[in-house]
């Protein structure tokens, strides 16, 4: 026990513990102040890094294990990225991820490349300064979508497709990488060799994991499963994606690359669901410590000596991303509102940014100044989307006062409202065609009553028209919707999602041209439904209540099964 206690503790772990308590001290503050964990995440980093622990811990190697710990992070999160990539989801999204996200990419990245170049920085470093500050943060964008109940609607849309390409192209830039910085150097004379390597052993790891990923991969889970040990089906799992990152690395690619490849694997597996909820912990954990970790290489004194320059690139950024998003998203035909909202959720940078930098200044070292700006004002602008992306109903309330938005919606030509819309009295308005939505319409048709359905889902939308139904794509928030909808000649309202914004935003218009209307909401929590009853609504479904009720309903029903044996 004396030898035991003897021992001297290793740094590392020494590391962990001390991250690992201060993002919970520091998040649970913030939870109580209601704002952003990720700030907390950074702050936290920037404290260890600047008031002496690492010094008093005696370790020489710091910066190695916390990028080794971060490493990691971000190969679970590429693994995940994989796992969860949809060719069918990309489809649907195609014109949004392949024109939007292009035109982002481009818009984004090339003033700051032509910025950086004229300001000194050779062309390798300025281009992957401009794509490092291009991509955006998904994993904040989509969770804060998924806190304001807004993961369907077609902002998240948007940013879902921008996103979807901006994965593709720096998982291809990572690739490239080191081509660029072979291009950009004086001795270029085996670019053209260097180039069709790494392509020869891009096209060989893809190949060996496609061919895993048919023969081996699955009757490896199926045996695993068959044990029905969870410990080992988690552990197979993760060495899965150890491997084939461990084999990209051994290849000279990128070992974020690998765990890419890795998640595309056993991205058809019948057990996807369950490897994601065995990874997804592990994946937070680590990434968690690969945002402490940005900020631990946040040099404070340096920091402040560029606070000026931090808070202009930080201010530039989200404004130029978020101007250049919102008119890309105009252009393909979304309203202001969720325009504003999809691209206020892209405006900061991202994680991929980070690993970026981080990769390239293995390459070829990074000013100092420029490294602790761009980390500093990246970290700044993560922290700030939550908060930004509250700014975008404001937002399109002062542009729509100041007559900067379309008056209509803009409708496919396959999809324009039909004429025998005008036609229908006393009929039923329903908002979503969700799963509570078409439960709905099919019960309103049993009775022969008549309805209009309002959604924002344009394959949806067109597979309706299709089928002869009375069908509106626009948006409940708008007051031309309820004049197309025939609100007037309408007995009842259903909203069949728990947006409560929205509801809320459409029932000034409901009151205003028909004070008769009956109105059916949906609301997640208690808060919502009494919003929603103050306002005027005449019956809320509130989601908990009733899912409380359902659950004591077939609760009792087993005891009292039991009681009649």
Known sequence: MLLLAATPIPPLFGLLAIMLVGIVVVSLVL??????????????????????????????????????????????????????????????????????GSTQMALCALPVIVGAWWLGMGISQSTVLGVALALSSTAISLKTFQDLELGGSPGARLAIGIAIFQDLFVILFFLFLPVLFSAGS????????????ITGKGLLFVGVALALAHWV????????????????????????????????????????????????????????????????PLKDLFLTLFFVSVGLMIDLRIALMWWSQIILVTVGLMFVKGTLITFIARGLGLRTRPSLL?????????????????????????????????????????????????????LADVLKRMGLTSKSATLPADIKPSARLKALEDHAIVCGYGPVGQRLVAALDD???????????????????????????????????????????????????????????????LHQKNREITIIARAKFASEAEALLAKGVHTVIHDEAESGRALAREALHVYEAKGEE
């Not at 704002?35 to 008093?56: K, T």
């Not at 100044?369 to 930004?388: E, F, K, R």
Request: aromatic share 8%.
């Open 31 to 100: 939870i109580r102040m209601r704002q952003s964990l990720l700030i907390g995440y950074f702050l936290c980093g920037v404290f260890i890094a600047n008031s002496g622990i690492l010094e008093g811990m005696g370790t020489a190697e710091t910066e190695t294990r916390i990028s080794q710990m971060a490493e990691f992070g971000v190969i679970l999160l590429l693994f995940t990225l994989g796992l969860e990539f949809s060719l069918s989801e990309l489809k649907f999204l195609r014109r949004l991820a392949f024109v939007g």
């Open 186 to 197: 004086t001795n270029s004379v085996g670019l053209m060799p260097t180039l069709l390597g």
């Open 217 to 280: 991969i699955p009757r490896l889970l199926h045996a695993v499963a068959d044990t029905r040990s969870r410990e080992l089906f988690t552990l197979t799992v993760v060495g899965l994606c150890v491997g084939l990152a461990y084999l990209g690395g051994l290849l000279e690619l990128s070992l974020a690359l690998g765990g890419f490849v890795a998640g595309l694997a056993v991205s058809d597996s019948i057990y996807r669901h369950r490897i994601l909820a065995d990874v997804m």
């Open 342 to 394: 999809g691209a206020l959720s892209l405006s900061g940078a991202g994680e991929f940014g980070l690993v970026l930098m981080q990769r390239a200044g293995e390459l070829e070292p990074w000013p100092v100044a420029v490294q602790q700006v761009v980390l500093a004002s990246t970290a700044l602008s993560m922290g700030l989307i939550p908060a930004a992306m509250k700014l975008a109903d404001p």
């Open 447 to 509: 009775s022969g009553i008549g309805t209009v359905i309002v959604d924002l889902n344009a394959e949806t939308v067109r597979r309706l028209h299709k089928a002869g139904r009375q069908v509106l794509f626009a948006d409940a928030a708008h007051s031309e919707t309820w004049d197309l909808a025939g609100l007037e000649r309408a007995r009842l309202v259903a909203f069949t999602f728990p947006d409560t914004a929205t509801s809320l935003a459409a029932l000034d218009f």
